[in-house]
């Protein structure tokens, strides 16, 4: 499996996903899940990718290979929502071709996109691309996606995440959302790519790569952990079962 | 959907599970899924359930007109083994009664059973009956077993709960991994059947229901809220992205 999440906040939006693929326990690898389309100056477009491997990596393939080639493509796409269609018919196309009826033999070959970014004359906007090749779009009330297993580290966000918290705080609620993630589930692994674009700047991205000697992330788990344990212990029991 | 944790500590037994059973979001009722067979004295065993309600319903009426009726019933089994076993047989016998091929339709019959408790000459214990029949049993290394919606709440029982947890401990945590599932996740509601059993007791089982007005719970909530938040705001900010 795979954990990507996504927000779009009023300062701008921050994308992470962790590396590990898996197809049974014994074939365990890892391979990056965020995908980087820009033009400095002009367009950001970050795709977090889950689910077939196969799939997700020929959709990535065929989106970069057709840039500057054909008459559409993520180079030149005009607002973010052509962007996320241009995605899901992509995948749709994928796994068309893929999936044969005859030689399928059970195999899902579905995937599911977190595409985000900011276009000029746009504000930053932020997608959940379903394997059908369909889309919704983030909003104020909800302002974060969340792919593959997100169950896990879904309640610290709920908690925590508002239209205006700023981007730096976003990033830790995400580790530590990763953090539970990963404690809890085998298939969700080091290292976590993240990236954090502040809405307007249309900056070069510069992902950082968080694995396991990374000090603020073992700091971060630490003291998260120990902060956890302090509150527990210090709430009252019950005094129900006397 | 549903929530139910059941921990095996040194101390004896914890049990809990939701109320709310929905087929679709227009059909939501509320209905027990703790299930008490006790001879006090002599035995106590618990079943929580979650699955197709027509499933589990079944399976718990058929295990209690038994009583005293069949040559084996949860009243006379020898083992937390044997009773285990006789929920999974007789878990398979409503499936293979209900799920017809020509009428199932597509909805899935199946149910998960947590079994748990005591009897006479033997240590308590807790198994997992699956929609299959079969079942594993907790151990030292994994104390509790969940059913249902169990992911979102599993990040905070895999940090606090150990062997030697006291029972009341237990049900704090607990009802702190009901908080998170509910705040994330709408199939999962109140109120909270719980029931703590002491090891070597054997006394009369008194469940305890904890409903939205009850004031323990919700100063926990509160107290809990308030201290992640708290831990949460101390921690320090990565400088990365700066």
New interface residues.
């Given amino acids: 499996m795979t954990y990507c999440v996504a927000m779009r906040l009023d300062a701008g939006l921050m994308f992470a996903s962790d590396t590990r693929t898996n197809a049974g326990v014994d074939h365990i690898a890892s391979h990056g899940k965020m995908h980087i389309f820009e033009v400095p100056g002009q367009r950001l477009i970050v795709l977090l990718s889950a689910g077939n491997l196969a799939t997700t990596q020929s959709v990535v393939s065929l989106l970069r290979q057709r840039l500057g080639r054909d008459a559409v493509n993520l180079h030149n796409v005009a607002t973010l929502y052509d962007a996320a269609q241009l995605v899901g018919s992509t995948l749709k196309e994928v796994v068309a071709r893929d999936a044969s009826e005859q030689q399928s033999q059970g195999v899902d070959f579905g995937a599911n996109f977190i595409v985000g970014g900011q276009i000029q004359g746009e504000a930053p906007r932020l997608f959940h691309v379903y394997p059908q090749g369909n889309f919704i779009e983030a909003s104020g009330d909800t302002p974060y996606l969340q792919i593959g297993?997100s169950?896990?580290?879904?309640?610290?966000i709920?908690?925590?995440i508002r239209p205006d918290t700023p981007?730096?705080?976003a990033?830790?609620?995400t580790?530590?959302s990763f953090d539970?993630?990963i404690?809890?589930?085998l298939s969700v692994g080091l290292p976590i790519d993240?990236l954090?674009y502040n809405a307007g700047s249309f900056a070069p991205a510069?992902p950082?790569r968080v694995d396991g000697d990374d000090p603020?992330f073992n700091?971060?788990r630490k003291?998260?952990?120990e902060?956890?344990?302090?509150?527990?212990a210090?709430?009252?029991?019950?005094?129900?079962?006397d």
Same sequence: chains 1, 2.
């Fill in positions: 297993e169950k896990y580290g879904k309640p610290i709920d908690r925590v981007l730096a705080e990033a830790k609620c580790l530590i539970s993630t404690r809890s589930n993240m954090i510069k950082h603020y700091k971060l003291g998260w952990s902060g956890l344990r302090r509150v527990f210090r709430l009252p029991d019950a005094d129900w079962f």
